[in-house]
């Protein structure tokens, strides 16, 4: 059975960076796809980008390109996903899912994330 | 602003049954499949319906969902309590070549 364990709550400032881990167990991660998804407070999700197995590389939603980065340790089992230039829109529950056979079917319990100054 | 859209809230009372629509373009759900997830309070987005109409195993028949074009639906019937939550629909989206979702229904059990 697999499991996404997500890291603890982050407050940030205004223009910091913010990296959130997503380990895997009862599997690894070199077998696992990766995406990552936000929710806003009272709003709905959103994509950031994701491990794509038909290209087989990191794709990110358009609106993130150039600020978010998205790694693997396959080490550790462990995903990352770092946010940049943080604003306070940004400011978010972060999830990381899995893909599998082309739908996202598996979420992570998901990292608050809190900008403010 | 959401690609797909969903009314933002639904009610019925306890045995009824409700339905929440989720409507998009060509792009996402008029060529690809549409999944719907639950979320209870507090907790992660959790797959309900699949590719449509499939309900993962666990999900009782009480849930059923279906496709039609550019727009998709999610039934329930027989309400119970335990059912309040909100409900997100999602499908990929060729020309944004990534997920969208819908803004999310929350749906209160009277």
């Known amino acids: 059975q697999v499991q996404l364990v997500q890291s603890g709550a982050e407050v940030k400032q205004p223009g910091a960076s913010v990296k959130v881990s997503c380990k895997v167990s009862?599997?690894?991660?070199?077998?696992?796809?990766i995406h990552w998804v936000r929710q806003a407070p009272g709003k709905g999700l959103e994509w950031l980008g994701g491990f794509d197995p038909g290209y087989e590389e990191i794709t990110y939603a358009e609106l993130f390109k150039g600020r978010v980065i998205m790694t693997e340790d396959t080490s550790s089992e462990t995903a990352y996903m770092e946010l940049s230039s943080l604003r306070s829109d940004d400011t978010a529950v972060y999830y990381c899912?899995?893909?599998?056979?082309?739908?996202?079917?598996?979420w992570g319990p998901g990292v608050p994330v809190t900008v403010s100054s | 602003q959401s690609v797909l859209t969903q009314p933002p809230s639904a009610s019925a009372t306890p045995g009824q049954g409700v339905t929440i629509s989720c409507s998009g373009g060509?792009?996402?759900?008029?060529?690809?499949?549409v999944h719907w997830y639950q979320q209870l309070p507090g907790t992660a987005p959790k797959l309900l319906i699949y590719r449509n109409k499939e309900r993962p195993s666990g999900v009782p028949d009480r849930f059923s969902g279906s496709k039609s074009g550019t727009s998709a639906s999610l039934a329930i019937s027989g309400l119970r309590s335990e059912d309040e939550a909100d409900y997100h629909c999602a499908a990929w989206d060729d020309n944004l070549s990534g997920w969208v979702f819908g803004g999310g229904t929350k749906l209160t059990v009277l």
């Open positions: 899912a899995r893909l599998i056979q082309g739908l996202l079917d598996y």
């Open positions: 009862g599997s690894t991660l070199s077998d696992l796809d």
């Open positions: 060509s792009s996402n759900i008029g060529g690809n499949d």
